[in-house]
T-cell receptor, first 110, second 115 residues
Framework: QKEVEQDPGPLSVPEGAIVSLNCTYS??????FMWYRQYSRKGPELLMY????GNKEDGRFTAQVDKSSKYISLFIRDSQPSDSATYLC??????????FGSGTRLQVQP | EPEVTQTPSHQVTQMGQEVILRCVPI?????FYWYRQILGQKVEFLVS????????KSEIFDDQFSVERPDGSNFTLKIRSTKLEDSAMYFC?????????????FGPGTRLTVL
């Protein structure tokens, strides 16, 4: 079983839609949970960072962590064409070597 | 806003040659990392570096790889004898401290092509 599973997509939605992106993980030692956005041939850009179960909101983005189910989500409200990118979940046990999901490619259609 | 920078943006080399990839982390950051991403695959951890020594490395980071902080601003990744399978994007990242609320900020990457 892979440590981190993420649906690669692609996920295509109309502009204004609510987007839900998810990762599951198997290692209960993961304590810190991040979402990065990556445009083609660019470096990952940090979007959200959480370290406890529950929700964290930042503008149009909401990160949700359920440690009991080993499930994390990123919601994007009022999606825009500029949100089109690959979204990577990244998990950290505290040893600081991030373990990434494979990324979900999102396309927001104008 | 401070950012991690990397040079060159694209490096082409012949198999068996040595390459050095360069990174300038964010100035007050203390922890430094290299990751790689083979085309179409996930980002993979290579090595972490703190206080002038390697703190953790992955199975990928074998004897062909080395890292160095030659001065107060640069952080380098050297591949001694490149293989075709070393072709990938290499990302440098840095983090301010060991605190639980800190996380890593990535540079734009160096695309390494081994012919």
């Amino acid at each position: 079983q892979k440590e981190v599973e993420q649906d690669p997509g692609p996920l295509s939605v109309p502009e204004g839609a609510i987007v839900s992106l998810n990762c599951t993980y198997s290692n209960s030692a993961f304590q810190y949970f991040m979402w990065y956005r990556q445009y083609s041939r660019k470096g990952p850009e940090l979007l959200m960072y959480t370290y406890s179960s529950g929700n964290k909101e930042d503008g149009r983005f909401t990160a949700q962590v359920d440690k009991s189910s080993k499930y994390i989500s990123l919601f994007i409200r009022d999606s825009q064409p500029s949100d089109s990118a690959t979204y990577l979940c990244a998990l950290d046990t505290g040893r600081r070597a991030l373990t990434f999901g494979s990324g979900t490619r999102l396309q927001v259609q104008p | 806003e401070p950012e991690v920078t990397q040079t060159p943006s694209h490096q082409v080399t012949q198999m068996g040659q040595e390459v050095i990839l360069r990174c300038v982390p964010i100035s007050n950051h203390l922890y430094f990392y290299w990751y790689r991403q083979i085309l179409g695959q996930k980002v993979e951890f290579l090595v972490s570096f703190y206080n002038n020594e390697i703190s953790e490395k992955s199975e990928i980071f074998d004897d062909q790889f080395s890292v160095e902080r030659p001065d107060g601003s640069n952080f380098t990744l050297k591949i001694r004898s490149t293989k075709l399978e070393d072709s990938a994007m290499y990302f440098c990242a840095s983090r301010a401290s060991g605190g639980g609320t800190d996380t890593q900020y990535f540079g734009p990457g160096t695309r390494l092509t081994v012919l």
